[in-house]
């Protein structure tokens, strides 16, 4: 009777973790564009993604069109971001590339804009470029946008392969 329970508890939350997934995955990709900073102007919501500790990779800033149709939403905890309403573009542009630079191995910063599904700018990311013979690679993230409705979702992520190597060396220190 206990295992099938727990079985059952399983399963259950097994379905709301596919729920979850599948619900985010159901908006359309949205396609991003690298530019220069010298072409972004207007009013902009600056999310600023990361900076939660001194080794935090995962440094990202976006800059989302005041007064558009859309609003972006980070997919991760509320602790995991900031967000500062009706900033200049100068200052954004400021903000964010202050922000992403915070890791000791930054070397670069990446612009894009992130258009709509038909090719409109909605909003502008901010990459941290690293030091590739520390990492590996130059551009150590995964980021998505999707479009649901008249929200643009993001989901930020290391890519996999440092993910797996960071896993893998934790395990090791964690057996000394």
């Not at 727990?6 to 530019?35: H, N, P, Q, W, Y």
């Not at 007064?67 to 400021?94: C, H, L, S, W």
């Not at 890791?103 to 030091?131: N, T």
């Amino acid at each position: 009777m206990k295992k099938s329970m727990r079985d059952c508890i399983i399963s259950f939350m097994a379905l709301i973790v596919l729920i979850t997934i599948s619900s985010c995955a159901a908006g359309r990709g949205l396609k991003t564009e690298e530019i220069r900073a010298g072409t972004i102007s207007g009013t902009f919501t600056v999310i600023l993604y990361g900076g939660r500790f001194s080794g935090d990779l995962e440094n990202v800033a976006i800059l989302d069109i005041e007064g558009d149709r859309y609003k972006f939403e980070v997919f991760a905890p509320d602790f995991d971001y900031r967000i500062k309403t009706g900033v200049p573009a100068q200052e954004a542009i400021k903000i964010a590339e202050r922000f992403i630079a915070f890791h000791g191995s930054f070397k670069y910063s990446q612009i894009s804009q992130i258009k709509d599904m038909d090719g409109k700018v909605i909003g502008y990311e901010f990459r941290p470029l690293y030091s590739a013979s520390e990492f590996g690679f130059f551009n150590v993230l995964e980021i998505d946008y999707w479009l649901k409705d008249n929200t643009v979702i993001t989901k930020i992520d290391l890519i996999p392969e440092l993910k797996r190597q960071r896993y893998f060396d934790d395990k090791n220190n964690d057996s000394e």
